[in-house]
């Protein structure tokens, strides 16, 4: 699954996934500016990259379409360590992957059961699931 739908700005919360300069990111903080008398309320968005750790700030009218990349989550188990790589095999439709060893998360080994998103054709392990 890839790609985007759009959201209206003003309806995001903290904890949701929003693309800003076309990188995938999680909303950390917003804050809305009450409407005045030249114009509409404002949305101010910090969010931090799902896939590396940018922070990315956005600004906008709360009326405002903005882009919500569709995540896919999934499990794998692990098949092999290859160094700075993790090689998974998909648990429904037996792909095999090789992704990048996450910093984040601790505990993956050979066998190991794992969660891991797919998000505008990128992948990211993000958890652990059972040992």
Sequence with gaps: MAG???SDLGSLKVGQYVVIDGVACRVMDTTHSKPGKHGGAKVRLVA???FESVKKEHVGPASSR???PLIDKRKGQVLALMGEN???MDMETYETLELPMPEDV?????????????AMDRYKITRVISK
């Design 106 to 118: 601790e505990g993956i080994d050979s066998g190991v059961e794992v969660e891991y998103f797919e």
């Design 48 to 50: 931090m990259g799902i």
């Design 86 to 88: 993790v090689q998974i």
């Design 4 to 6: 985007t739908k759009p």
């Design 66 to 68: 903005i882009d919500v």
